[in-house]
C-alpha cells in the first residue's frame, strides 16, 4: 500500500542550488498537487496538475517549476533555491472532483532547509 | 476569495476531557468541508468529511457538522486519548470554474493531550 511516495525525505541546499523533488503515486489519480506548509500559515498551493502533461500555477508558484510527464509521477523543482523556500512540502493527488469525495491523500512529506 | 479560520493552538487537554475545535469558513457556491489529520512526522490524512448543509461527518469518535447558517464545521470529541495529539486542519474544497477541485486549508490546530 504505497499511495503517495516523496523523495527525497530531507535535504540540506545552499542559496543558488537546484534540486528536483519525485513524487509518485500508485492510485491512477488524475489529479496532484504539490504544498508547503509553513508554520501558522497552514498549507499553501504551489502548482498542481489536472492530468498527465499539464500543470497550473497554485498560490505561490514563483520560484518553482514542475512537470507531469507520467500519470503517476509529478515533479517539483527548484532551480535556484532561496532561504524563503525552507519549509516542508508535501504532495497529494486525487480522483476527479465531485460531490462524494474530494478527499486529497498526502504523502509523509519533504523537509527541505536552504541555507 | 476562500478562506478557513480555525481557532489558534495549542490546544491541551487531559485525557478523557472533551475537546471542541472551531472552524469558521468564505465560500463561494456550495463548498464541502474537512477535517483533516496530522500525526508527528507524517503526511495529512482525512478525518471526516461533509459535502452539504446539516450532514454530519464522524470517524474514529469525531464528530463535525456543517452548519450553512454559521459558516461553521465545529470538531468535536467526547473524550480524548493521548493518541488523538497531533495537528488537526479544517479544509473546504469548491469545483473551481476550471472544473477542478480547490482546496483551502486553515492554519492549523495542535492538540496535545496529557495522561
Known amino acids: 500500500n504505497a499511495g503517495v511516495t516523496q523523495t527525497p525525505k530531507f535535504r540540506v541546499l545552499k542559496t543558488g542550488q537546484s534540486m528536483t523533488l519525485l513524487c509518485a503515486q500508485d492510485?491512477?489519480?488524475?489529479?496532484m498537487y504539490w504544498y508547503r506548509q509553513d508554520p501558522g500559515m497552514g498549507l499553501r498551493l504551489i502548482h498542481y496538475?489536472?492530468?498527465?502533461?499539464?500543470?497550473a500555477k497554485g498560490e505561490v508558484p514563483d520560484g518553482y517549476n514542475v512537470s507531469r510527464l507520467k500519470k503517476q509521477n509529478f515533479l517539483l523543482g527548484l532551480e535556484s533555491a532561496a532561504p524563503s523556500q525552507t519549509s516542508v512540502y508535501f504532495c497529494?493527488?486525487?480522483?476527479?472532483?465531485?460531490?462524494?469525495?474530494?478527499?486529497?491523500?498526502f504523502g509523509e512529506g519533504s523537509r527541505l532547509t536552504v541555507l | 476569495g476562500n478562506s478557513v479560520t480555525q481557532m489558534e493552538g495549542p490546544v491541551t487537554l487531559s485525557e478523557e476531557a472533551f475537546l471542541t475545535i472551531n472552524c469558521t469558513y468564505t465560500?463561494?457556491?456550495?463548498?464541502?468541508l474537512f477535517w483533516y489529520v496530522q500525526y508527528p512526522g507524517e503526511g495529512l490524512q482525512l478525518l471526516l468529511k461533509?459535502?452539504?448543509?446539516?450532514d454530519k461527518g464522524s470517524n474514529k469518535g469525531f464528530e463535525a457538522t456543517y452548519r450553512k447558517e454559521t459558516t461553521s464545521f465545529h470538531l468535536e470529541k467526547g473524550s480524548v486519548q493521548v493518541s488523538d495529539s497531533a495537528v488537526y486542519f479544517c479544509?473546504?474544497?469548491?469545483?473551481?470554474?476550471?472544473?477542478?477541485?480547490?482546496?483551502?486549508f486553515g492554519t492549523g490546530t495542535k492538540l496535545q493531550v496529557i495522561p
Open positions: 461533509a459535502t452539504k448543509a446539516d
Open positions: 492510485m491512477n489519480h488524475e489529479y
Open positions: 465560500a463561494t457556491g456550495y463548498p464541502s
Open positions: 497529494a493527488s486525487s480522483y476527479f472532483w465531485d460531490m462524494e469525495t474530494g478527499e486529497l491523500f
Open positions: 479544509a473546504l474544497s469548491v469545483l473551481n470554474s476550471g472544473g477542478y477541485q480547490k482546496v483551502t
Open positions: 496538475s489536472v492530468g498527465e502533461g499539464t500543470t
